[in-house]
């Protein structure tokens, strides 16, 4: 819950940014006097805007990240008591060995 909370809040933030960059890259092209210039303009917007998704992701990345460290949520293990045993194994759980089942 808590990683979804800190979620929603680094998306509150990267809406803001992208809003102060799309007023920041209008006002930049009202300014502008050519065309070069107003195209200079979009383009640091569209660039800003990336900055602020790009930054959105490596804070989730990061929540996840020390969600994880704080549970012990690591990889899953691949042995343990509910791991499938190898096909042919001395080990069976019915009555038949593995062997004679499909016989």
């Known amino acids: 819950m ?3 909370i800190q979620d929603m809040t680094s998306t509150i933030k990267e809406k803001v940014k992208k809003g102060s960059a799309n007023v920041r890259g209008k006002a930049e092209q009202a300014t502008a006097r050519t065309h070069i210039q107003k195209e200079a303009a979009k383009e640091r917007e569209k660039a800003r805007e990336a900055e602020a998704k790009a ?12 969600a994880g460290a704080h549970h012990g ?16 194994s001395s080990a069976t759980t019915g009555t038949h060995p593995a062997s004679d089942k499909y016989v």
Do not use: D, F
């Open 2 to 4: 808590k990683v979804k």
């Open 55 to 66: 930054q959105l992701h490596g804070e989730k990345a990061m929540h996840r990240e020390t």
């Open 73 to 88: 949520v690591g990889r899953v293990p691949l042995t343990g008591p509910r791991h499938h045993r190898p096909v042919g």
